[in-house]
């Protein structure tokens, strides 16, 4: 790479630790210098210095991370770095940190930031110690204190035996709902006010696109924000922003939310903190009577959302004014309930002395104010008459849920994300469609915007291949998922498994799961029959291993080497039409002139293959085969938006051509 000419002020800085010979290319025995990584670096230097919005698309191996995290440390000022997994916010913490604190002649100190029910509750564990709920007694708590008594973080990944989906973690989880605040016995000892004041300390604030959109939630209503104020912002893996964002700019009541609410109405009742019987006894049937509320309503909502022939581990069925009529009467006991809550915890609630400190344990406060919030989301939901909003039914396993999420999020993240700070870098591999990133631009409500196109610096043409198979059915026809099993059991045998074959729905993953398994003798691993990260676990250390995967594997996964060479995926990644938030969002480009599959469907299905075809080729070194089983990318006029946008490997249509580029060492 040729020499970078000298440039002034930040910009001269970052440029100078990115040239041949920089404080890179001393710290980092394997350093090359690439043009991509210092043109990025140049661009976020900018806007650390002058403010503004970048756009930044920066393909696999542009070494993205190095190019904002360089000039955000340079800059002096604190900096929010958002990232969209907890992998990544791993990565940058624990290796690209200190990397950069020992290449870099400048202190600078860092905070990584997870979602607060990541973190144990030390108010809720001393409940629980001195109570005598059933909670009390589980096996797991003395392990969570003993735990909680030598840990410096508080956070949950120290307890490595520790199942990741144990029911007990939400009983000690530090959740802004049940938090007490400044009020806590425990305020200063606590990990999440001890996270939050090394953040305030702190230069690189490192949190994730979850804790990002929690936080900004929870700052409309003035309580539990943990994030603090930042000038600047990196928003990496900006292109799940929207998800997030849709998720928890929403209203939800669910089967859960209220059970987990009953049983902390309980274990207050069990503290002791209530003093007399009666009053013990009004609050335990208050509890019962909000139980039995709950249970109607949540069983004549499934009943008016859910059909027997529906059974599925997830499902979401849009909500309508006639079907929540059926729930409206029943509800309203609910609501009746939560405000008997409301009124007899209020009474309870602790009396202020002349200086203003609580004279009792302020428990009863945030119970008495989360039954009001209840039963206001309640009554919101029930109405379904904000126009900005999708209502639905969700069935997630055992659970029910009442939503409502917004239709369009692009002002929320204008209003609550991008606005809030001077300067903001969103990046991605996958950010454009088309070659303009118009799409992104229109979803997140960004406006006027500098924007950036870095190849990646893999060859594709000598590393990867793309096969197409030249015939196969309509996706949509019953013929396809055996034609598809076909095609991924000689692709399986040409590759020697080592792949990640990924669906579109568990549906198509069973179908095709039983044809390959009955044909081929490769260790196949399934999702949904471990955690994801023992699954990820398993796949690198078995040889010549295959996961079956859906959404979750389409990214934020890297397997880098020969064990993973193949990666196939069954359909185009199109958001079913009859998923609500799809539904409505398609509706309302309609409704404003527009044409969704053009402008909505398309655009996120290209992102999403993009993303799933990404886990593929993750280093330099790195060769293997893609593979898109379904036959639209040849035979409908969109396809060539769809080609145009994967990576630019070789295309064939024959599985003798596979062989051999296996064949080739």
């Known amino acids: 790479m040729p020499e970078v000419p000298a440039l002034p002020g930040l910009a001269g800085l970052t440029a100078q630790v990115f040239r041949a010979g920089g404080a890179l290319s001393q710290a980092l025995p394997d350093y090359e210098p690439r043009a991509g990584q210092a043109e990025m670096a140049a661009r976020v ?3 650390f210095e002058n403010g503004g919005v970048l756009l930044a698309e920066a393909g696999t191996g542009t070494g993205k991370t190095l190019a904002y995290l360089v000039p955000a440390i340079l800059s002096r000022q604190r900096v929010l770095i958002s990232t969209g997994t907890k992998n990544l916010q791993e990565q940058i913490y624990f290796k690209d940190i200190p990397t950069l604190r020992a290449a870099l002649d400048v202190p600078f100190t860092a905070t990584y930031m997870k979602g607060r029910a990541n973190y144990v509750c030390l108010h809720r564990i001393d409940l ?4 005598n709920s059933p909670q009390s007694h589980d096996v797991f708590l003395p392990i969570i204190r003993d735990w909680s008594k030598t840990t410096d973080t508080g956070d949950r990944a120290e307890l490595e035996d520790l199942p990741e989906d144990l029911p007990f973690w939400s009983e000690v989880a530090a959740t802004a709902e049940a938090c007490i605040g400044n009020d806590c016995p425990r ?8 996270m939050r004041q090394r953040a305030a300390e702190s230069d690189v604030v490192i949190v994730n696109h979850h804790l990002l959109c929690a936080d900004a939630a929870v700052r409309q209503n003035a309580f539990g924000e943990v994030i603090p104020a930042c000038a600047y912002a990196v928003v990496d893996e900006a292109h799940q922003l929207e998800d997030v964002a849709t998720q928890y700019f929403g209203f939800s009541i669910s089967t859960y939310r209220i059970e987990d609410y009953a049983r902390d ?7 002791g903190s209530v003093t007399t ?12 009577r909000l139980r039995d509320h709950a249970r109607s309503f949540f069983t004549e909502l499934a009943f008016a959302h859910r059909s027997n022939d529906r059974v599925r581990g997830e499902e979401r069925v849009r909500a309508t004014d006639q079907s929540l009529a059926h729930t409206r009467e029943v509800a309203a006991y609910m609501a009746g309930s939560l405000d008997l809550l409301e009124g007899g915890l209020a009474l309870l609630a602790p009396s202020r002395s ?36 999708v209502y639905f039914v969700e069935f997630r396993g055992k659970s029910v849920f009442l939503r409502a999420s917004p239709i369009d999020v692009s002002e929320i993240v204008r209003d609550l994300l991008l606005d809030r700070v001077r300067g903001t870098v969103l990046t991605s591999a996958t950010l454009t469609v088309d070659g303009a990133f118009d799409y992104v631009k229109g979803r997140l409500g960004i406006g006027q915007a500098e924007e950036v196109r870095l190849a990646s610096e893999f060859d594709y043409e000598s590393q990867a291949l793309l096969y197409l198979p030249p015939r196969m059915p309509d996706p949509r026809s019953p013929e396809f998922a055996l034609a598809a099993g076909h095609q991924v059991i000689e692709l399986l045998k040409r590759s020697q498994g080592r792949a990640f074959v990924l669906f579109t729905s568990y549906a198509s993953l069973r179908s095709v799961q039983a044809i390959v398994e009955m044909a081929l003798e490769y260790p196949m691993l399934v999702q949904g029959t471990a955690p994801r990260s023992q699954l990820l676990k398993q796949f690198r250390e078995t040889p010549n291993s295959v996961l079956f995967a859906t959404s979750s594997f389409w990214q934020g996964v890297d397997v880098v080497g020969e064990a993973l060479s193949c990666v196939i995926v069954d359909k185009l990644p199109f958001a ?13 480009i309609r409704a404003k002139g527009g044409e969704p599959f053009d402008e909505y469907q398309v655009p996120l299905a290209i992102l999403t293959l993009q993303q799933g075809l990404g886990r593929l080729i993750r280093h330099r070194r790195d060769r293997g085969v893609l593979a ?27 599985l003798d051509a596979v062989e051999r580029f296996f064949s080739i060492v």
């Open 354 to 389: 002349p200086d203003d400190e609580p004279s009792a344990p302020s428990d009863v406060v945030t119970l008495s104010r989360r039954a009001g919030e209840i039963r206001d989301e309640l009554r919101f939901l029930l109405r379904a008459g904000d126009p900005a909003y």
């Open 187 to 194: 305020y200063s000892e606590c990990f999440v006010t001890r």
């Open 576 to 588: 079913s039409p009859s998923d609500p938030v799809t539904s409505a969002r398609i509706e309302a």
């Open 265 to 271: 109405v309980e274990r207050f009742i069990a503290s």
């Open 628 to 654: 898109v089983l379904d036959p639209r990318m040849r035979t409908k006029g969109y396809g060539r938006r769809f080609i145009a946008s994967v990576p630019p490997a070789p295309v064939v249509h024959n």
């Open 45 to 47: 230097a900018d806007v």
């Open 277 to 288: 019987r009666s009053a013990q006894m009004e609050l335990q049937q208050g509890v019962d």
């Open 128 to 131: 629980l110690s001195e109570g």
